[in-house]
């Protein structure tokens, strides 16, 4: 790899697919700046020849009616080679249909590489994909494989600052083996920094190639308004006044079940539901949906009426409410940096950069569904055949009542508590460092 490239766990994936006798093309799903561009590029380095089109610029428009005008991929093949005077050669040859969702015919075109012409390499990527699928619901169903990719991870940024060695050891680790104190204070000290930069390819970059983190914060105010002016190609019918409206209510009801006259006195429930899904569609923020959890799949006792909302990065997170970067870093107790929620923003985050790449995870919470009862568990997570409840605290101490709750009503065998403690066990419970959340389940 380059030495300008940061090291992505996905890359393995592409790796393995390039190989696949029986691949597909491949699909690259996330929101807006999380790498997937870049992630491609370097893959294309292993080619003889790499092809690369963005649609959503003036000077893909030949190629966008190329698509327009023919579905056969060998003569949109023969075409591209000539528009853009580079050979396009099975097996040697990656092609990248970039921001692909800007033009419809190029993503119905996705089935017809794999069923004629499946010794080339094809991949596409998008960020506001989502909208551009629900336009073309069996545009490729058994016939193109999808990859999700996120932002940075905690492993995946110790890789970058050069810890590769702590990434290894941090993978190897078990509550029954718990860190030297030395170990587990440098984790802490890293694990601050990664809160508070988050885990944005650009962000990173800068930080581990000696930025402080006064240019991160601004680099992070400049991401931030960005993605305001995403918000302006998402629908036309929803206001994009509206979506930064509830784009705060979000990051401001961190932590708790979303309520919907907290987001907006003046908007009705449609309109602030709509734009939820928007941005939920947009990969900006994911649902963390309530279930009874009383036996596996836990979908099927989920009640979509009572979600909490996770924002996808962190570091944007504590930049729009302004936390201080310096309070976070030198407090001495640790539990001052659940400011905001954000060590249950954090936990949630990489529960979901942990699951499989080719699969998104769901996450779930548990609360007790009787009158007048406050019992409710951060997360719940399958681990195996067993359904595991995490408590996520932001110091060393604090109850577990409610998991002790939840693990007499539902007769499961354990917990989790995730903390700024050390590896650890109690009687039922299992302890998880907060930096090591990625480990739960596997």
């Known amino acids: 790899m380059s030495k300008e490239y940061l090291e992505r766990t996905v890359d393995k ?125 069996s545009f490729g169903v058994g016939r193109i494989r999808s990859i999700y990719m996120y932002p940075f991870s905690f492993d995946e940024y ?21 860190f030297s104190e030395s170990l587990h204070n440098r984790c802490l000290q890293e694990l601050l920094r990664f809160m508070l930069i ?34 302006s190609k998402y629908r036309e019918r929803v206001p994009t006044s509206r979506l930064r409206e509830v784009f705060a209510s979000v990051i401001h009801q961190t932590g708790g079940k979303f309520t919907y006259v907290h987001a907006s006195k003046d908007t ?49 997170y504590q930049r729009f409410l302004r936390l201080d970067p310096g309070q976070l870093l030198t407090a001495e107790k640790p539990e001052q940096v659940n400011r ?3 060590a249950e923003l954090f936990a949630g985050l990489e529960l979901l950069k942990s699951a499989p790449c080719t699969f998104p995870m769901q996450l779930y919470y548990w609360q007790r569904e009787k009158a007048g009862s406050s019992a409710e568990v951060d997360y719940v997570v399958q681990s195996g055949a067993d359904i595991v409840p995490l408590e ?30 050390n590896f650890g066990t109690y009687p039922n419970v299992k302890i998880y460092p907060l930096y090591a959340v990625s480990l739960i389940g596997k």
């Open 268 to 316: 009705s429930y449609r309109q602030i539901k709509e734009s939820m899904e928007l941005l939920e569609l947009a990969g900006i923020i994911y649902p963390v949906t309530h279930t009874s959890a009383n036996g596996l799949p836990l979908a099927a006792e989920m009640n979509t009426k009572h979600r909490k909302y996770l924002i996808f990065d962190t570091g944007i």
């Open 340 to 342: 905001g929620a954000l």
């Open 13 to 137: 994936e592409l790796s393995k697919w390039k190989t696949d006798e029986y691949r597909k093309p491949l699909l690259l799903r996330g929101a807006r700046q999380v790498g997937k561009s870049s992630t491609v590029r370097e893959l294309g380095k292993q080619f003889d020849s790499f092809l690369e089109m963005n649609f959503e610029k003036k000077e893909s428009r030949d190629a966008k009616l190329l698509f327009e005008r023919s579905s056969s991929p060998k003569r949109l093949c023969d075409e591209l080679s000539a528009l853009y005077d580079m050979p396009v050669i099975p097996g040697r040859t990656l092609l990248f249909l970039d921001e692909i969702q800007a033009c419809i015919p190029a993503i119905s075109s996705l089935r017809y590489f794999y069923e004629e012409y499946p010794e080339l390499h094809v991949i596409a990527a998008g960020s506001l994909l989502e909208f551009a699928l629900q336009e073309v619901p």
């Open 158 to 178: 110790l890789r970058a600052m050069g810890a590769g060695m702590l990434a290894g050891a941090l993978q190897k680790a078990t509550p029954e083996d718990s």
């Open 198 to 231: 988050g885990g944005m390819p650009k962000v990173v970059a800068t930080y581990a190639r000696g930025g402080s983190l006064l240019d991160c914060q601004k680099m992070l105010d400049d991401l931030t308004f960005s993605l305001y002016d995403d918000f």
């Open 392 to 421: 996520v605290k932001s110091g060393t101490k604090g109850s577990m009542q409610s998991m002790f709750q939840f693990l007499s009503e539902k007769k499961y065998p354990y917990g989790i508590r995730c903390s700024m403690e």
